[in-house]
């Protein structure tokens, strides 16, 4: 069983910069997907970036170039460096994992992101 606890979220102005954290505890070994979404409020929770096994990466339209999702080796932490923020950044950040095989989806609680000045 994996659990997920994020931090790093809080207030920023912007073009500001914050780091997020996910540490990741229980087995690791069949995580295939490890992936950043975020949820506005009144929206629809959405993917922002997601890394692979291989090391493969993908982001939202809306963050490529400002945001850099990175994991450790043993997958025991992911992170999501995020530059140029943008008001419309404003969400709740949840961390996800994704094992192969029986594909077994796992959620953080999510933390807060806001950005305003």
């Known amino acids: 069983q994996v659990q997920l606890v994020e931090s790093g979220g809080g207030l920023v102005q912007p073009g500001g910069s914050l780091r997020l954290s996910c540490t990741v505890s229980?087995?690791?070994?069949?995580?295939?997907?490890m992936a950043w979404y975020r949820q506005a409020p009144g929206k629809q929770r959405n993917l922002v970036a997601g890394i692979i096994s291989n090391g493969s990466t993908k982001y939202a339209d809306s963050v490529e170039g400002r945001f850099t999702i990175s994991r450790t080796l043993t997958k025991n932490m992911i992170y999501l460096q995020m530059n140029d923020l943008r008001p419309e950044d404003t969400a709740v950040y949840y961390c996800?994992?994704?094992?192969?095989?029986?594909?077994?989806?796992?959620w953080g609680q999510g933390t807060q992101v806001t950005v305003s000045s």
């Open positions: 229980g087995s690791t070994l069949d995580i295939h997907v």
């Open positions: 996800y994992t994704k094992t192969m095989g029986w594909g077994r989806e796992t």
